[in-house]
């Protein structure tokens, strides 16, 4: 299975981090039920890159709102054609909108919720109530005070956000 988060607006890390929460609301929780944590698979850059703090300050509010921390291992940079989710997921998407007239974000999710394979993936879609902006930093405080605890190896790249 699969979840895809729909949003208007800027790519944020704001943005990221309220995908992992609403997948954990969604389908995380039910399956995953007394966990003691949570691991994020990301990319290098973009909204949740491991040099973005607003990514990071909003990810750790998940993890206190979840009250499980959350471990995030990022891909090296050049790396990200590695990531399984883009060779398992993100070719079906762009099947299901290809030669289509996109004519909204409703119209998108009802494509998106469509897509099923003969080995079985299925994706559910869901639609961010909000817009996200650009330009939105993470707090001096939270930069000053980082709670982020950075692993031996590689801590740049790999942290745990506590709950």
């Excluded at 119209?107 to 902006?133: D, P």
Aim: aromatic share 10%; proline share 4%; glycine share 8%.
């Amino acid at each position: 299975e699969a979840f895809v988060y729909l949003a208007t607006g800027a790519d944020t890390g704001e943005l990221a981090a309220d995908a992992v929460r609403r997948y954990w609301y969604r389908m995380g929780q039910s399956r995953y039920s007394g966990v003691e944590g949570i691991l994020v698979l990301a990319d290098c850059g973009g909204s949740n890159g491991y040099r973005v703090p607003l990514y990071r300050e909003r990810l750790h509010r998940v993890a206190q709102l979840l009250g499980i921390p959350i471990r995030v291992a990022h891909l090296p940079p050049y790396c990200s054609k590695y990531n399984p989710i883009d060779h398992r997921l993100f070719c079906h998407l762009t099947q299901a909108i290809s030669g289509r007239l996109v004519e909204s974000l409703s119209w998108m999710q009802l494509l998106f919720s469509n897509v099923s394979t003969r080995t079985g993936l299925r994706v559910i879609c869901e639609l961010a109530r909000k817009t996200y902006q650009a330009g939105i930093k993470a707090a001096a405080e939270f930069r000053q005070n980082e709670p982020t605890e950075r692993d031996e190896t590689l801590g740049k790249f790999n942290y745990v956000l506590p709950a």
